[in-house]
């Protein structure tokens, strides 16, 4: 990485890298994505900050279509310092198109998208990238600070990171396409521990600037958790009835939209696969009216409207050849029932079906509006409130079985309070059975799912109340 002002005047504009390269190309088609991205970032231990920085990068890659093949290749600042280095990176591109016709046609190949009323030229589209600023903290640090101050009263000691990118996609292709999209990410994550080290608790925000985040009320529900665990509980693994926040919740039903291929499903090779042959679609996976989908507009957690991805996925769940697609709402559970699976393009004309481009967030809603984790917690007459998870992997796709951790806070809720701290456990669930065996659901709220965090920042999930969770065995995790 380099500071932006140096990148900015070594290099090519994102303009005028993606005409250098469409200029150079030689082949049937090609699109070229510019991504340039600013990082600001903070990160504090034993009450302080211990460092924080700014930092820029630019990458960009060349998808060549050669009849109904494709090959990518990656470019870097270096690679763009002149329309000669620009088209060094195109040239390898095609030379990896023609080896992939080696093999014949790609699976997913499909004409490149044209432009039309939902897609085309970008008004913005020659405007230069957004530039990122230490001043998106200007609203968290003060918080930060109070919550430092807080946490030295209470003996206790807050650790965690501060994370914002500002991201802006350029998109052109052969056929016209000129796309552009600011992209703000924003994460926070704060660990807090008692004097002696022995309880720790964890809590996590998705956010776009930071306005939106209140530390100091972080800070203190951390706080109260501590003291929960002020009293601790040893209990066996078995099925509890179990409280999970809206992070948790996010843990599993993005595993569980990463999973929705349809190819997959269609060849019998997932959970959403039907005996016999063909796909689950209109089966029930929850008695109650949810509706699980994604929505490039949804307020507060807005993505890319345009498809930009630089490989094509194994089980066709994304496509080079879409690059430029545009994304709308697409829900893959609606009214309680399975309503739609991932498709791109191909798999969508090899299996007539519409194409549904997932948007990159992901929304749960069908509770209670009005009611938040402790009114959830409140309703539970013995069961358990696991507060963060972790390391979450797939052990069987057939049924989406998943096995994870409990980590930094579980605790035992005895006629609808919470009373002690327990020992950690490893958990096997689907997220299909943590649908179906929701039995209380709140209010749907911007959440972080700590499991994906570094991949998948947007998600809005409720609180949910899962009977049986199946805590398999218990873990010697502090």
Not at 86 to 109: F, I, L, N, Q
Not at 238 to 250: F, K
Request: aromatic share 8%; charged share 20%.
């Amino acid at each position: 990485m380099s500071d932006h002002s140096d990148m900015t005047t070594s290099v090519l504009t994102p303009q005028q890298i993606i005409e250098a390269a469409l200029a150079a190309s030689r082949t049937d088609g090609c699109v070229v994505v510019v991504r340039s991205i600013g990082e600001a970032n903070v990160r504090w231990a034993n009450n302080t900050v211990t460092t924080s920085g700014l930092a820029a990068s630019l990458s960009w890659f060349v998808v060549a279509v050669d009849g109904r093949t494709a090959g990518t290749h990656a470019g870097s600042a270096v690679d763009a310092a002149s329309p000669a280095a620009v088209a060094e990176v195109v040239a390898a591109a095609e030379g990896a198109a023609r080896s992939a016709a080696a093999s014949g046609p790609a699976r997913d190949a499909q004409p490149l998208i044209e432009p039309g009323s939902d897609a085309g030229v970008d008004a913005d589209f020659g405007d230069a990238p957004a530039a990122e600023s230490f001043g998106v903290y200007d609203s968290l640090l003060p918080g930060l600070g109070a919550a430092f101050d807080g946490a030295r009263g209470a003996s206790r000691i807050l650790y965690g990171f501060a994370r914002h990118e500002l991201t802006t996609t350029y998109l052109g292709s052969s056929t016209g396409l000129r796309r552009r999209w600011v992209q703000p990410t924003g994460t926070l994550e704060v660990n807090a521990k008692s004097s002696d080290l022995t309880r720790s608790s964890w809590a996590g925000a998705s956010t776009a600037d930071f306005t939106d985040v209140d530390v100091e009320s972080m800070a203190d529900d951390l706080t109260r958790r501590l003291g929960w665990a002020d009293r601790t509980v040893q209990l066996e693994a078995g099925r509890y009835d179990t409280v999970l926040p809206p992070t948790s919740v996010a843990d599993f039903l993005i595993h569980l939209a990463w999973s929705a291929g349809a190819r997959a499903a269609y060849e019998g090779r997932s959970a959403f696969s039907a005996p016999g042959g063909g796909v689950k679609l209109g089966e029930r996976v929850s008695e109650r009216p949810l509706e699980l989908y994604s929505d490039p507009a949804e307020p507060g957690i807005e993505s890319s409207p345009f498809t930009a991805v630089e490989s094509s996925g194994f089980d066709g769940e994304f496509s080079v050849f879409d690059n430029g697609a545009p994304i709308s709402r697409s829900s893959l559970v609606h009214d309680g029932k399975l309503a739609g699976l991932v498709h791109t393009r191909a798999t969508a004309a090899e299996y007539s079906a519409t194409a549904t481009i997932p948007a990159d967030n992901l929304v749960l809603r069908g509770g209670d509006e009005s009611r938040g984790i402790d009114d959830l917690v409140a309703g539970v007459d013995r069961g358990l409130l696991v507060t963060s998870q972790w390391y979450l992997r797939e052990v069987d796709p057939m049924t989406m079985l998943l096995t994870g951790l409990t980590r930094d806070g579980v605790y035992l809720i005895e006629h609808g309070e919470v009373t002690a701290a327990v020992n950690n456990f490893r958990f096997n669930m689907s997220p299909l059975d943590v649908l179906r065996r929701a039995s209380d659901i709140g209010g749907t709220q911007r959440c972080l799912s700590r499991e994906w965090s570094d991949w998948f920042t947007r998600s809005a999930m409720p609180p949910m109340r899962v009977d049986g969770f199946h805590m398999s065995s218990v873990s010697k995790a502090q």
